[in-house]
């Protein structure tokens, strides 16, 4: 059986192991205030190019999603996002749990847009009942998708003159943005990333870590006493060197972005395979993640073999379905997908 369920399936790179081995019988501080962390700050400053920015490890997305948004909203306060946002679909009320409203914009193939932003924030302040709605103070979005694809640099311009104009943080989440960036489709660098954000993260998890996402906090009214908000919501690691040994790996010698490439190209040799094949896709992710449509009947045979993430149905007789490649996926493995179908 070859799994394609997500990109988080394997443990991590052998070059992450490989350091935590070395690393293991040292004695450090705990709680991140380390000297690895303190390592992994500056790299990730340097590769971003903020070097006033602050920089905190968590262990995984949920729980980054639901501190940043917390610690920035007021009480009364909710945050927008797409219908298939990962904190309005996948994380189950983490948001809400901390007592916040997900505000839900319908987007088109996962993304939202500008004109949708100030819809949503011009009617709330327009409306004679205002103060009875709960109120957007913030605008999330995912970088890729839910459904891998991708905004431009214009496009994320375009909305952080919205949040600016209303002042209002935007908050990108980067759970799969090593596999954004290294699509041929993007025209952005990390450092745009950086530039555009009030705040965003570094995926881990998904690119190739054991653990972890890197939050990176530009708004300075953002920044105060963050670590309080991380450890009142679980997320301060004992062992924070186990967080930053993992990024300041990822970090070397170009590393995250080289394993992301590489996902990204096993996912178009089998888009396009797919495609050859006649098969239809739900949306045109130009990333790590691939949603064909299959036959009831083909979804059963492959899932034989293989294991995949039912996504939608389409109809009575077809079903849309996700493959997602990762750093440790390879040619024999997608090679075997394609003759199967």
């Given at each position: 059986?070859?799994?394609?369920?997500?990109?988080?399936?394997e443990?991590?790179?052998?070059?992450?192991?490989?350091?935590?081995?070395?690393?293991?019988?040292?004695?450090?501080p705990?709680?991140?205030?380390?000297d690895?962390?303190?390592?992994?700050?500056?790299?990730?400053?340097?590769?971003?190019?903020?070097?006033?920015?602050?920089?905190?490890?968590?262990?995984?997305?949920?729980?980054?999603?639901?501190?940043?948004?917390?610690?920035?909203?007021?009480?009364?306060?909710?945050?927008?996002?797409?219908?298939?946002?990962?904190?309005?679909?996948?994380?189950?009320?983490?948001?809400?749990?901390?007592?916040?409203?997900?505000?839900?914009?319908?987007?088109?193939?996962?993304?939202?847009?500008?004109?949708?932003?100030?819809?949503?924030?011009?009617?709330?302040?327009?409306?004679?009942?205002?103060e009875?709605?709960v109120?957007?103070?913030?605008?999330?979005?995912?970088?890729?998708?839910e459904?891998?694809?991708?905004?431009?640099?214009?496009?994320?311009?375009?909305?952080?003159?919205?949040?600016?104009?209303?002042?209002?943080?935007?908050?990108?989440?980067?759970?799969?943005?090593g596999?954004?960036?290294?699509?041929?489709?993007?025209?952005?660098?990390?450092k745009?990333?950086?530039?555009?954000?009030?705040?965003?993260?570094?995926?881990?998890t998904?690119?190739?870590?054991?653990?972890?996402?890197?939050?990176?906090?530009?708004?300075?009214?953002?920044?105060?006493?963050?670590?309080?908000?991380?450890?009142?919501?679980?997320?301060?690691?004992?062992?924070?060197?186990?967080?930053?040994i993992?990024?300041?790996?990822?970090?070397?010698?170009?590393?995250?972005?080289?394993?992301?490439?590489?996902?990204?190209?096993?996912?178009?040799?089998?888009?396009?395979?797919?495609?050859?094949?006649?098969?239809?896709?739900?949306?045109?992710?130009?990333?790590?993640?691939?949603?064909?449509?299959?036959?009831?009947?083909?979804?059963?045979?492959?899932?034989?073999?293989?294991?995949?993430?039912?996504?939608?149905?389409?109809?009575n007789?077809?079903?849309?379905?996700?493959?997602?490649?990762?750093?440790?996926?390879?040619?024999?493995?997608?090679?075997?997908?394609?003759?199967?179908?």
């Open positions: 059986m070859i799994l394609f369920y997500s990109d988080y399936l443990g991590c790179h052998p070059e992450i192991l490989k350091r935590l081995q070395q690393t293991n019988l040292d004695q450090t705990g709680y991140g205030v380390d690895y962390c303190n390592q992994a700050r500056a790299i990730i400053k340097e590769v971003c190019g903020t070097p006033d920015a602050d920089i905190h490890f968590l262990v995984g997305g949920t729980q980054t999603n639901a501190t940043v948004i917390s610690s920035a909203l007021k009480p009364y306060q909710g945050v927008l996002c797409a219908t298939t946002g990962h904190i309005n679909a996948h994380e189950t009320g983490a948001v809400e749990h901390t007592g916040h409203k997900v505000l839900a914009l319908e987007g088109k193939d996962g993304k939202i847009n500008a004109s949708q932003v100030e819809d949503a924030l011009s009617a709330q302040h327009n409306d004679p009942s205002y009875h709605i109120q957007p103070g913030m605008l999330y979005i995912s970088y890729p998708t459904l891998g694809t991708i905004y431009s640099k214009q496009e994320l311009i375009d909305i952080k003159k919205v949040c600016a104009k209303w002042d209002i943080p935007l908050f990108i989440d980067g759970a799969r943005l596999y954004g960036l290294t699509s041929s489709k993007c025209d952005l660098t990390i745009d990333i950086a530039a555009i954000a009030d705040v965003f993260y570094i995926g881990g998904k690119q190739g870590a054991l653990f972890g996402e890197a939050v990176v906090i530009n708004k300075e009214s953002l920044k105060k006493d963050f670590r309080y908000n991380i450890k009142q919501n679980g997320g301060m690691l004992a062992k924070g060197r186990l967080l930053g993992q990024f300041a790996t990822l970090f070397t010698d170009n590393l995250y972005f080289e394993i992301a490439r590489n996902a990204n190209r096993l996912a178009d040799k089998l888009r396009n395979a797919l495609k050859s094949k006649g098969y239809r896709m739900l949306a045109e992710s130009p990333t790590n993640q691939v949603f064909p449509i299959l036959s009831d009947e083909k979804a059963e045979e492959l899932a034989a073999s293989f294991g995949f993430e039912e996504w939608g149905r389409i109809d007789s077809h079903t849309a379905v996700r493959f997602c490649t990762s750093w440790a996926t390879t040619d024999e493995q997608i090679d075997s997908l394609i003759a199967a179908l």
